[in-house]
């Protein structure tokens, strides 16, 4: 169990309203890691952290010693790969609970966007004024009224366009929220069986599913009531996911002295329809961005290996692509991260031997989902200096 204190804390430079510190909060949490959360508008963070990870960008965590880790993929596994055992490892060691925990990091941090700027800046009635309460209390120093009211109209309006960006506008709401419904039903259904994802302890994929779920879908009012109305074992999983202790009483096996992952590497069919909305929400996306990329990178050919191919290193986006979603056409941005995330699967089912190859595709095929194992960019993305940057060229086979 990693904990301490004095010199042994970690802290975590994070938002209560941001979405990716969610991830990792829940993990050091349910890990019991013994750390403080400092907002990025503290004086360290801006004179110590941006320098060194290069943008403005949360979460960051830093280590006793001082070390920076950025973003919550390589934060967790900071502590997984470490000397010390964690409380509950993120990682299964079996092939299809570690396969499927990858695909829910990536659909949890990425495929819940729409949904999560939807619900939180398209329902001023129910969140303005808890949202413009978050936005501005932890602002470091304090500002008067007048001057941190104008922070949150200049901060809601650029959210508010970045939410166009994800494909959030009139024509899609009434199709976000039914495919949020649809979503919350089919999780609901599945924590009637276990309390976690892949069953008695959380993973990976909860870590990822708690980014969108935390702050923006269960914190903000106008999704809270929603869930607590619709999916009320959705709300006690993201409680749960917020405590350090077990908080799963409901479940029969609660209690017991060692809690485990479902046996045998099983899938149960409640998770089988979670993926499988998985692949009819997410995976045209996904699909249409990896296309997007090929085309991009083909007409970069003398791109530098090692760097972004913009002219802002920091930039995260690589242009916008059209594609089909819920028979309608939408528009989203193209980001690198998430290929990175997807390599991450790609990578794990990858070190399984052919037998375990084989289970995940066969599992991943019962929901529609194995076309995801194939995807690929022509150049990997890789993660250097905190910065998303291409890899060198694939060799062809």
Known sequence: MTTGSGNSRYTLYGSPSSLYTGKVRSYLRKQQINFVEAHPSSDRYTANVVPVVGRWIIPVLETPDGRLIQDGADIIDHFERGATATRYPAYPTTPRHLAVSHVFELFGGEGLLRPAMHYR????????????????????????????????????????????????????????????????????????????????????????????????????????????????????????????????????????????????????????????????????????????ANTWLSDRPDLVTGTNGLPDPASRGIGRVDFTWRGMPISTNVMPYRFWLMQRLHDAVAQQDANGQAAVRATLAEAGLDSLLDLRTTRRVERVNHLEVWGPVAARS
């Not at 978050?134 to 304090?142: A, D, G, M, Y």
């Not at 709401?173 to 419904?181: Q, S, T």
């Not at 599913?209 to 074992?233: E, G």
């Open 121 to 292: 800046w398209n329902f001023n009635d129910q969140n303005l004024a808890f949202l413009e309460d978050e936005f501005t209390t932890s602002l470091f120093p304090p500002m008067p009224a007048e001057q941190a009211a104008a922070f949150f109209l200049h901060s809601s309006g650029r959210m508010r366009k970045a939410a166009v960006n994800f494909g959030v506008n009139a024509d899609t709401a009434p199709f976000i929220e039914e495919a949020f419904v649809e979503w919350l039903e089919l999780f609901n259904a599945h924590l009637g069986v276990s309390p976690y994802l892949l069953g008695g302890l959380p993973t990976l994929g909860d870590y990822g599913l708690m980014a969108a779920m935390w702050a923006h879908l269960f914190r903000d009012p106008a999704p809270a009531m929603l869930v607590k109305q619709r999916a009320p074992r959705v709300g006690r999983w993201v409680e749960r996911m917020s405590t350090y202790e077990p908080y799963d009483g409901e479940y029969p096996e609660a209690g017991t002295a060692s809690p485990q992952l479902f046996a045998d590497d099983s899938i149960p069919p409640t998770l089988t329809a979670l993926m499988r909305y998985v692949s009819e929400e997410y995976l045209p996306e996904i699909t249409a961005h990896v296309q997007h």
